[in-house]
């Protein structure tokens, strides 16, 4: 089997290094975004098995990637797991765990994240 290819698409270049480096010593091929636009080229010059995309960005955020995805024919089964530093809510931001369920994302980890549940999360949409 050819390794799987994901995309991490966040703009905290510590953290796109440190999932890399965890789906690549799992044996995954990893593409790296630093903003929702992107992302959103990245997927369009090679469609990954999986999309890691964080919610808070510049340009565009995961909401609106991950909506554009799912409700694209083309994209509408890339499975997304939607990660975010968003506890209940952050006041004063649209962002909120009830706004994450909201979008088609097929899973939903927050952050800081937990290399493990990350990795359980991404075994169980890829196969």
């Given at each position: 089997?050819?390794?799987?290819?994901?995309?991490?698409?966040?703009?905290?270049?510590?953290?796109?290094?440190?999932?890399?480096?965890?789906?690549?010593?799992?044996?995954?091929?990893?593409?790296?975004?630093?903003?929702?636009?992107?992302?959103?080229?990245?997927?369009?010059?090679?469609?990954?098995?999986?999309?890691?995309?964080?919610?808070?960005?510049?340009?565009?955020?995961?909401?609106?990637?991950?909506?554009?995805?799912?409700?694209?024919?083309?994209?509408?089964?890339?499975?997304?797991?939607?990660?975010?530093?968003?506890?209940?809510?952050?006041?004063?931001?649209?962002?909120?765990?009830?706004d994450g369920?909201?979008?088609?994302?097929?899973?939903?980890?927050?952050?800081?994240?937990?290399?493990?549940?990350?990795?359980?999360?991404?075994?169980?949409?890829?196969?």
């Amino acid at each position: 089997m050819s390794k799987p290819y994901i995309l991490v698409v966040d703009d905290d270049p510590d953290l796109v290094e440190t999932v890399a480096m965890m789906l690549e010593s799992k044996g995954c091929e990893v593409g790296k975004a630093y903003d929702g636009i992107e992302g959103e080229e990245s997927i369009k010059q090679r469609r990954p098995d999986l999309v890691i995309l964080d919610i808070m960005m510049p340009r565009k955020d995961g909401y609106v990637l991950c909506n554009e995805l799912k409700s694209n024919e083309e994209t509408k089964d890339i499975p997304v797991i939607l990660l975010t530093a968003v506890g209940e809510a952050v006041p004063s931001t649209r962002y909120s765990h009830a706004d994450g369920m909201a979008t088609e994302a097929d899973d939903y980890i927050p952050k800081p994240i937990d290399s493990e549940s990350l990795w359980e999360a991404v075994k169980n949409l890829l196969s």
